[in-house]
């Protein structure tokens, strides 16, 4: 089992930034992760994705504007989103993939205001 929790959201201005975090319940954890994000009214997509061995890669939307990274050592998965649209408002979900099965987080709102 794997509990995940995020935290970071909140408010911020169109142009602006902003850091999500995910911290995980086991340590040294270097699973598969990925942030998604739902919208209201919309499907959950998935925003940036890191392997095990590091690689990532973007969603389209977001490609050069946000990074995904992770520190094992500290057990958590980070999401920095730079120069935000009121697009990007949404619920962000962290991921991990693990032994075969999905394990989500709750979530955390990120709401840009134009």
């Known amino acids: 089992q794997v509990q995940l929790v995020e935290s970071g959201g909140g408010l911020v201005q169109a142009g602006g930034s902003l850091t999500l975090s995910c911290a995980s319940s086991?340590?040294?954890?270097?699973?598969?992760m990925a942030w998604y994000r739902q919208a209201p009214g919309k499907q959950r997509d998935l925003v940036a994705r890191?392997?095990?061995?590091?690689?990532?890669n973007y969603a389209n939307s977001v490609k050069g504007r946000f990074t995904i990274s992770r520190d094992a050592a500290k057990n958590t998965l980070y999401l920095q989103m730079n120069s935000v649209k009121p697009e990007d408002t949404a619920v962000y979900y962290c991921?991990?993939?693990?032994?075969?099965?999905?394990?989500w987080g709750q979530g955390t709102q990120v709401t840009v205001s134009s």
């Open positions: 991921n991990a993939l693990w032994f075969g099965s999905d394990y």
């Open positions: 890191i392997t095990s061995d590091g690689s990532t």
């Open positions: 086991r340590s040294r954890f270097i699973a598969p």
